[in-house]
């Protein structure tokens, strides 16, 4: 279908975004890579007589990758990620959930910050940031504030941003060397049926030291399950530890049935994919 008309704005600077923000209030929608947006729009489930788009903006679009942590601008897209070597270098993970999202054609448009932002349970990167300890840095008429990826989900396509605000960067620690993004779907370009990022740190001693566990598509917002992570920790990741991980997981999501499976096979997929993620983690580690 084609979408309602709108008035097509492209300002160069944050400043201006904002300005635009406050001028045409609930009338007015950012646009990043538009690949979650104007499909919504085609569909007519969304209707805005002005659309805002980010592609100007210089300063939402660069990768800093330091010893005290990485600095991704909201702007960034998949492809982008994927590309930057010393990124991935420094934070695997991310190249290797972002390689699972779609195809190379969404890939070149989809940003980080659309993919974040949007707030899609099936989206992979909200689970991923998580699982990172990530901070979404929010700009609007007050000024910049932070808010952990872990905090911000509220429901489907609800989160902690005010509609004034925009998400101009993402930071995040760099993360230790155990590492895997594991994600079933029915077919290359799907949504995850179920997905796992998992973040495991070797001790001395060898055993784990730190572990971070999300999952993706498994509830009505992105499920970071700390017990889970606690569950490894202390442990050799041995089967008994494996098994109190998953049972933790399964006890935090909430998934739904729907064209990707009933209830019980998500929560077996689940399981699955989080015992081949920990598997992979560990291993490289
Ligand atoms: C065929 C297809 C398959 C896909 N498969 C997957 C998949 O497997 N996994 C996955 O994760 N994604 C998938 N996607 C979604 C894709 O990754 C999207 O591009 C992405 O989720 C949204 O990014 P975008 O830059 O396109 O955002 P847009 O579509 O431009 O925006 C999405 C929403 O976020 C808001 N927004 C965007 N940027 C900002 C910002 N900086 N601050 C505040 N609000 C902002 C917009 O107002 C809008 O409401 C798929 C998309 C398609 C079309």
Redesign the pocket.
């Known amino acids: 279908m084609i979408p309602a008309g709108f008035e097509y704005h492209r300002p160069d600077s944050i400043a201006d975004v904002l300005g635009l923000l406050a001028e045409h209030g609930d009338e007015a ?11 919504m729009m085609k569909l007519r489930m969304a209707e805005f007589a002005h659309l805002i788009d ?1 592609q100007a903006i210089a300063e939402m679009r660069g990768i800093r990758v330091g010893a005290d942590g990485i600095v991704l601008g ?1 702007m960034v897209t ?1 492809h982008d990620l994927i590309a930057h070597d010393r990124l991935a270098e420094a934070a695997p993970i991310i190249r290797e959930a972002a390689l699972q ?2 195809d190379p054609q ?1 890939r070149y ?3 980080l ?3 974040v ?2 707030g ?1 349970p ?4 909200p689970g991923l940031m998580q699982c990172l300890d990530a901070v979404y840095v929010l700009e609007g008429p007050d000024g910049r504030r932070e808010v952990a990826a872990r905090e911000f989900y509220e429901a489907a396509y609800m989160t902690a ?1 005010e509609d004034e605000e ?2 101009v960067e993402i930071r995040l620690p760099v993360p230790p060397a155990g590492h895997a993004y594991v994600k079933q779907k029915r077919k290359i ?3 995850a049926t179920a997905a796992a990022a998992v973040l495991i740190g070797k001790g001395a001693d060898g055993t784990v030291d730190t572990a971070s566990v999300a999952m993706t598509n498994l509830g009505d917002v992105p499920v970071w399950s700390e017990i889970a992570g606690k569950d490894l920790v202390g442990s050799a990741c041995d089967e008994t530890a494996v098994a109190a991980a998953v049972d933790a997981m399964l006890g935090d999501i909430d998934p739904v049935e729907d064209n990707r499976g009933p209830v019980e096979f998500k929560r077996h997929v689940a399981g699955v994919m989080l015992r081949r993620a920990i598997a992979a983690a560990w291993a490289r580690a």
């Open positions: 929608r950012v646009i990043a890579g538009g690949h979650s947006l104007i499909p980010l909201a998949q999202i779609a969404v448009c989809g940003t910050g659309g993919n932002a949007n899609d099936g989206n992979d990167m941003r925009i998400l370009g799907d949504y």
